[in-house]
């Protein structure tokens, strides 16, 4: 496995830059037989874009943050920004990509698309299992997105944007289908900021108030409806985020214990051994040791 120097930072591709799936906001491709790009294959990477992939013929293996996975024929692969990606073969690959980026998001006709369970994906999952029927219609969809991909006209973005909200609607159903045991049945909208703001700040914030403060609430009125939203203490979010971040890098880097933790806004390192053993069960090294063994 390659592994980034603690001088290296992961590489993030925009879509814009993507050799085999170019676009500014928006892309789609088929693929019959094609090969991943060189460039990408054992490279620990991150896409500034969301994209979802339906893979006709697996076979393949990749892994999403710390969790290998083997494609299988006719499932639905999805990724986001923020995951990193590791592509382990360059065996060929059947089926077909779309990708949409943040600024795609942001337009107004695309604003409800940012909402819905599969792109927010809280569970951080890549993966979904599709019976005949939903791969019929996610074909049946992607065949017409691509159509009109291909032709430019005065209502293409429109066409796109009505298929594009059809389709992502469809499969964050089976989304929250598959793994509603996750999930909460609750109204969610104040958890959602949460989180966005966890997301945007979790190096350098770490305690609840201070979200508390950023979100125009008092922390026990953010405590309360956290917890009633999402069955987990607030803290909690605050805490797995940095987590997931740590484990990442201790996977995928060569980064030292004191620079991760300096990362995530540690001033020393063995408050951040501490911490992540607390969280985990495993000190920081025994989490690399492990998860290094299990790569093998």
């Known amino acids: 496995m390659y592994l980034l120097k603690s001088t290296q930072e992961v590489p993030a591709y925009s879509l814009e830059q993507d050799p085999v799936l170019p676009g500014k906001l928006f892309s789609i491709k088929t693929f019959e037989g094609v090969r991943p790009h060189q460039s990408e ?3 620990p990477h991150k896409k500034e874009y969301y994209m979802f992939v339906l893979a006709r013929r697996g076979g393949s293996r990749h892994w999403v943050d710390m969790t290998p996975y083997e494609t299988r024929d006719n499932t ?3 990724f986001g920004p923020n995951q990193v990606i590791v592509k382990e073969e360059p065996k060929c690959m059947w089926g077909t990509a779309l990708a949409f980026d943040k600024e795609y998001l942001a337009l107004h006709d695309n604003a409800s698309l940012a909402r819905l369970p599969i792109v ?4 951080n999952a890549c993966e979904l299992v599709l019976s005949e029927a939903d791969i019929a219609f996610t074909e049946d969809m992607l065949a017409k997105i691509q159509k009109e991909f291909n032709q430019p006209g005065e209502w293409q973005q429109r066409m796109i944007t009505a298929y594009l909200t059809v389709l992502v609607t469809y499969l964050s159903r089976l989304y929250s289908e598959q793994y509603e045991s996750m999930m909460t049945s609750s109204d969610s909208s104040f958890l959602n900021k949460y989180q966005a703001a966890i997301e945007e700040h979790f190096r350098e914030i770490h305690q609840v108030s201070e979200y508390a403060a950023l979100l125009y609430v008092s922390p026990g009125h953010l405590r309360d409806v956290v917890k009633a939203q999402s069955g987990k203490p607030a803290i909690t979010h605050i805490q797995e985020r940095m987590v997931l971040e740590a484990r990442r890098m201790l996977f995928h880097t060569e980064y030292s214990l004191k620079e991760i933790g300096f990362d ?7 408050y ?3 911490f992540f053993k607390r969280e985990t069960g495993a000190t920081p090294a025994e989490y690399r040791a492990l998860t290094r063994e299990m790569y093998q």
């Open 41 to 43: 294959l054992l490279v």
């Open 76 to 78: 639905l692969y999805f």
């Open 120 to 123: 927010r994906n809280e569970q």
């Open 264 to 270: 995530l806004g540690f001033s020393d390192a063995s």
């Open 272 to 274: 951040f051994s501490r």
